[in-house]
């Protein structure tokens, strides 16, 4: 399949491309996360894109748009207990279903590492919510390990 990964701030595009993930987000969690809006979740792509640290990739060939990759660098500044620290955080991974298993999770990933590189910085992070084992299995094989657990009551 031919196929380009480039860097994307269109919003309309990144919001139709987003209803999968939003979609199974509200079917697994309803109580946290509302039913897909395309005009609203294109406004909130407006928002974010106001901030110069954040950044989006688009998977795609000529006449579609097969999925995303959407985050931010954030940099936590020196305190007293930990040391100052530039992350390049992955805050959404999306490909569309029928195009899953066809390596552009793959080539999203490697882009956004070489994203990283250039932009000198040497740690990725990312999470996913409890039980999406697709997701994990996907970022456990790109070699991201579990570093911290977060809980809640």
Known sequence: MQMIIEHTRST???????ETVQTWHHKNFPDE?????KNEIEQAFEKMFNKENVFA?????????FGYLLGYI????????QYEKRVLYIDQVVVIP???????GQ????????????E????????FWTGNDVAEYFFLANGFNH????MKR
Request: glycine share 2%; charged share 30%; proline share 3%.
């Open 12 to 18: 309309h595009e990144l919001a139709k491309l987003n």
């Open 57 to 65: 990739f688009i998977a795609r060939n000529e006449s579609q748009s």
């Open 107 to 118: 080539k999203l990933m490697e882009k956004v590492n070489a994203f990283a590189l250039k």
């Open 33 to 37: 996360f509302k039913p897909f809006n």
């Open 147 to 150: 570093f911290k657990h977060r």
């Open 98 to 104: 029928e195009y899953q298993k066809h390596g552009i």
């Open 74 to 81: 954030q940099t936590r500044p020196e305190s007293a207990f």
């Open 120 to 127: 000198n910085i040497n740690e990725v992070q990312l999470d």
